[in-house]
C-alpha cells in the first residue's frame, strides 16, 4: 500500500488542523493504520492508531482529548483531527499502515510539517 498524507501548515497556537492520508494499492481496509511524528531534534513518536473499522482508536497521553484519528474506508484515507494545538505540537507528521499479520507498521506515508507558532 501507498500513502500520501496531506494538510500540514502553519497554525497558531489554540487553532486547528486536519490531515489527511490517502493510501492506494492493496485493500485499506485490511490495514491498521497510524499516525506518528517526528519534532526537529526528537525521535518519532506514536500519536495515535485506528483499527480496520475504525471502531476503536488509541492515542499518546500528549495528545489525548486534543487529537481525533478517523477512517473512511470507502475512500481509502484515514484523518487526524487536531484541536488545541501547541507549539510542542510541532512536527513531521506521517500516516503508517500495518497489515493484521504484523506487529510493525510497514508502510510509512512521506509525512507533512505542522508548524504550531506561539
Known amino acids: 500500500v501507498q500513502l500520501q498524507a496531506s494538510g500540514g501548515g502553519m497554525v497558531q497556537a489554540g487553532g486547528s488542523l486536519r490531515l489527511s492520508c490517502a493510501a492506494s494499492?492493496?485493500?485499506?481496509?485490511?490495514?491498521?493504520m497510524g499516525w506518528f511524528r517526528q519534532a526537529p531534534g526528537k525521535e518519532r513518536e506514536f500519536v495515535g492508531s485506528?483499527?480496520?473499522?475504525?471502531?476503536?482508536?488509541a492515542y499518546a497521553n500528549s495528545v489525548k482529548g486534543r487529537f481525533t484519528i478517523s477512517r473512511d474506508n470507502a475512500k481509502n484515507t484515514v484523518y487526524l483531527g487536531m484541536n488545541s494545538l501547541e507549539p510542542d505540537d510541532t512536527a513531521v507528521y506521517y500516516c503508517a499502515a500495518r497489515d493484521v499479520h504484523s506487529a510493525k507498521y510497514t508502510y510509512w506515508g512521506q509525512g507533512t510539517l505542522v508548524t504550531v507558532s506561539s
Open positions: 485506528i483499527s480496520l473499522s475504525g471502531g476503536s482508536t
Open positions: 494499492g492493496r485493500t485499506f481496509s485490511s490495514y491498521y
